[in-house]
């Protein structure tokens, strides 16, 4: 089993207070005889209109080196994967990666990093941990 984020407590509180509920902590991802975990796994509960709620995979990110585009690179590489075997799996759950305010402010909303979230049609959760919130959903 993987060590926990240190950004994990703040991003199930936040996640919850948001009306989430976490159904995995961590979720178990089983394809071809290997077993990789996705930091959490969500469900929003189905409003009147809806059959299901919406389930999510989410996979937080610290990126705490001194290299935030070094930590992106590997975060990236990281939901790749993740994606791919979701795709596979479990369809109808979305994949977000969970990154601080702080790299959305310094990285992540900066033309490199619009272009990357463009491009690469990445699913990114902005969250703050003092106190935990969801900042912002980028689809």
Do not use: C
């Not at 585009?69 to 969970?98: F, K």
């Amino acid at each position: 089993m993987p060590a926990k984020n240190v950004h994990h407590d703040a991003v199930v509180r936040a996640l919850t207070d948001d009306g989430w509920i976490i159904t995995h902590d961590p979720l178990t991802l089983s394809f071809g005889g290997k077993d990789l975990f996705v930091d959490l796994g969500a469900e929003q509960q189905a409003v009147a209109a809806e059959k299901h709620g919406r389930r999510i995979a989410v996979e937080i990110q610290s990126f705490l080196s001194p290299s935030t585009i070094r930590d992106l690179e590997e975060a990236v590489g990281q939901y790749s994967v993740y994606r791919a075997i979701l795709a596979e799996t479990e369809p109808d759950r979305q994949l977000y990666l969970a990154a601080p305010f702080r790299v959305y402010e310094g990285l992540l909303s900066e033309r490199f990093g619009q272009f990357l979230i463009d491009r690469l049609q990445l699913r990114v959760l902005i969250f703050d941990d003092a106190p935990p919130r969801i900042v912002q959903w980028i689809e």
